[in-house]
C-alpha cells in the first residue's frame, strides 16, 4: 500500500458485488486486493433492490450515503449506519428511492473481534453535534468507536461548514481510509469532492482544507486509533476524546 492512496466512485472500476444482491445493484471497488489493508466499495441500489452483508470473513461497516435503506426492522435514512460483525450477516434494502452505501471492511480479520452480532444505528441515534467541542461551523458524529466487546472497528463523521477550514499536518496510530460525502476535501493544489476517497498508512502525515463548499467525510479505522499533532507535541486517545465530546452510539438490534 502506498503511503496515501486516492480513489474516486466516477473512476473506479464496476465489480461482481462480493455479497449476494437482488434487484439492480452496482457496486465498485475503490480499493481492494491484498495490497490494501481496508476495502472499500460503493453499492449503488435501484429502488427494490437488496444486498445480504455477510461477515465473512471480517467485519463489515455500512454508511447510507444516499437515499433510504430498510434492515432488520429499522428504517436507515441518509447517514445511519449498521455493523455487521464476523459470522453474522444483514439484508440491507432500498425500498422507496434508492440507496447508495459505503461499505468497509478490513482485508483480515482484526484478532480482538469475536462477531456474531449486528449493530443499527439509523440517524437519529447517531451521536452528534453541529458544534462538535463548542466550535461553530464545525460537526461531528460517532458511529462505532472500538469499545464494543465483540468488535473493534472505529467510524466517525466530520463536517466543516465554511471554506478553507484547516486541519493541521498530523498522522493516526491506525490505517484509516477518508470517504467525502459532501462539499471537497482540498491537498496541495487538488480538490477532491464527493465521492472520492483517500486510503492512509498508519503513522502517515497529512493535512488538508475544506473546499469551497465546505467539507463533509466518513472516516474508517480498523481499531482504536491514537492521534499524534504533525511536530509530534500532542499525542491523545482518539477513542477518550470522542467519548467526552459525544458519548458512544448505542445501538439497535435487529429485528428478527
Same mark, same amino acid.
Given at each position: ?76 435514512? #441518509? ?109 496541495? #493544489? ?37 492521534? #499524534? ?13 470522542? #467519548? ?13
Amino acid at each position: 500500500m502506498s503511503r496515501v492512496s486516492i480513489a474516486t466512485c466516477e473512476s473506479a472500476p464496476i465489480i461482481t458485488p462480493p455479497f449476494l444482491c437482488n434487484g439492480s445493484v452496482v457496486t465498485r471497488a475503490l480499493f481492494s486486493g491484498d495490497h490494501h489493508p481496508i476495502h472499500l466499495e460503493v453499492y449503488r441500489l435501484e429502488p427494490g433492490a437488496a444486498v445480504q452483508f455477510s461477515g465473512d470473513p471480517t467485519d463489515v461497516a455500512i454508511f447510507v450515503w444516499k437515499g433510504t435503506a430498510a434492515a432488520g426492522g429499522a428504517r436507515l435514512e #441518509r447517514g445511519s449506519s449498521a455493523i455487521v460483525e464476523f459470522g453474522a450477516a444483514l439484508n440491507i434494502a432500498a425500498p422507496d428511492e434508492g440507496a447508495t452505501l459505503v461499505a468497509f471492511t478490513l482485508a483480515k480479520r482484526h484478532a480482538g473481534s469475536s462477531g456474531m452480532h449486528v449493530h443499527l444505528l439509523p440517524n437519529e441515534r447517531v451521536p452528534r453535534k453541529d458544534q462538535l467541542g463548542g466550535t461553530e461551523g464545525v460537526s461531528g458524529a460517532i458511529h462505532a468507536d472500538s469499545q464494543c466487546p465483540t468488535c473493534a472497528v472505529w467510524m466517525h463523521e466530520n463536517g466543516y461548514a465554511a471554506a478553507g477550514k484547516e486541519t493541521p499536518v498530523h498522522s493516526h496510530s491506525e490505517n484509516e481510509i477518508i470517504f467525502v460525502t459532501a462539499g471537497s476535501m482540498r491537498i496541495g #493544489r487538488r480538490e477532491y469532492g464527493p465521492g472520492s476517497a483517500l486510503a492512509i498508512a498508519a503513522n502517515t502525515k497529512y493535512g488538508f482544507f475544506s473546499g469551497q463548499d465546505g467539507l463533509s467525510f466518513v472516516n474508517f479505522r480498523g481499531s482504536s486509533p491514537t492521534y #499524534r499533532s504533525g511536530d509530534g507535541s500532542v499525542t491523545m486517545d482518539e477513542a477518550e476524546l470522542w #467519548r467526552s465530546l459525544l458519548g458512544r452510539p448505542v445501538y439497535l438490534e435487529p429485528v428478527r
